[in-house]
């Protein structure tokens, strides 16, 4: 069974890069055939599709964050991160990682993933 647990920083001051981190149980991040994915929820709004790494290490980010977003991973701990450049209280929300057997581009629906985090609340102080 795959597990997915996000982790982060909570508050972020104005013009940080925090680091945000799945840790992954059940399945390899460079072996398992898998996409991984990071999606936002601001408050009120709905979800915000970020970027996703693929097991063999390519990227895509959504156009509208590309220049402020980094995914990476490190296979020894079993993880994927994000990070986040020049956090304003607009980045607000609650984070979440997701798994998909296939690669998704832009999805925003929780059903399309296979796998999906308790999230993690970041919140962009003034």
């Known amino acids: 069974q795959v597990q997915l647990q996000e982790s982060g920083p909570g508050l972020v001051k104005p013009s940080q890069t925090p680091s945000l981190t799945c840790t992954v149980s059940g399945a390899s991040i460079p072996t398992g055939y898998y996409y991984w994915s990071w999606i936002r929820q601001p408050p009120g709004k709905g979800l915000e599709w970020m970027g996703v790494i693929s097991y063999s290490g390519s990227t895509y980010y959504s156009p509208s964050l590309k220049s402020r977003t980094s995914i990476a991973r490190d296979t020894s701990k079993n993880q994927f991160t994000l990070q986040l450049v020049s956090v304003t209280p607009e980045d607000t929300a609650v984070y979440y990682c997701?798994?998909?057997?296939?690669?998704?581009?832009?999805?925003?629906?929780?059903?399309?993933?296979?796998?999906w985090g308790q999230g993690t609340r970041v919140t962009g102080t003034a």
């Open positions: 997701a798994g998909s057997k296939r690669l998704i581009l832009g999805a925003t629906t929780k059903d399309v993933y296979d796998n």
